[in-house]
């Protein structure tokens, strides 16, 4: 799919004031740090989305309108340990709230860095939107960082541990921002879904 044109349209903190339209969205999730600003940044082509050395930038739902005809959202990044209870709270209800009541919503593709054995927040999370019949793809990140033999056994492991504790193989696509790779796997899934 080629990129030709991509505008940041509005952040919301609720789903009901998401911008009002019936195109297909594709949103971007995963723990603060993972990786996901980077990435949008390369499926784009543009820097459009905010690139922080400090996890926990993204607090609102941001849509942002590719080639007219579809929307990429950028939501809070969960996880991030150095905010208060109240604060955490604040970005779980956000998240909740758009998935349970954004009807256009398409795909949802949840970031889960390639480095880490897996997170018990990444698990449960995962199990949620799978319970809740919501459509969803996992993207490993940073990818760059390991060696290649090193990450297909982190793959194999993660997607072992996950079908173990929640009983399911999601589809899952490597990823590296640096390297560009698995942006031709994302951008295929996401014309798919068209």
Same mark, same amino acid.
């Given at each position: ?14 789903? $009901?004031?998401?911008?009002? &339209? ?17 990435? $949008?940044?390369?499926? @784009? *082509? ?44 604040? @970005? ?33 999370? @995962?199990?949620?939107?799978?319970? *809740? ?39 899952? @696509? &490597? ?20």
């Amino acid at each position: 799919m080629i990129i030709k044109s991509a505008k940041f349209i509005k952040s919301s903190l609720k789903a $009901i004031d998401c911008p009002e &339209t019936d195109i297909h969205e594709f949103t971007f999730i995963g723990r603060s740090n993972v990786g996901k600003s980077s990435l $949008i940044n390369m499926l @784009i *082509n543009q820097k459009i989305a905010k690139v922080s050395r400090n996890p926990g930038k993204t607090l609102l739902i941001n849509h942002f309108l590719i080639n007219n005809n579809w929307f990429l959202v950028d939501l809070p990044g969960y996880g991030y340990a150095k905010i208060s209870k109240k604060e955490k709270r604040k @970005i779980e209800n956000i998240i909740i709230d758009y998935f349970k009541n954004r009807t256009n919503l398409s795909l949802t593709f949840v970031l889960i860095d390639i480095r880490h054995e897996p997170q018990l927040i990444d698990l449960d999370f @995962i199990s949620w939107l799978s319970n *809740n019949n919501i459509n969803f793809k996992i993207i490993f990140t940073k990818a760059d960082k390991l060696k290649p033999n090193q990450k297909d056994k982190k793959v194999k492991k993660y997607l072992k541990i996950l079908f173990e504790k929640i009983k399911i193989s999601p589809e899952n @696509i &490597t990823c590296s921002s640096k390297l560009r790779l698995g942006r031709d796997e994302i951008m295929n899934l996401i014309h798919s879904e068209l």
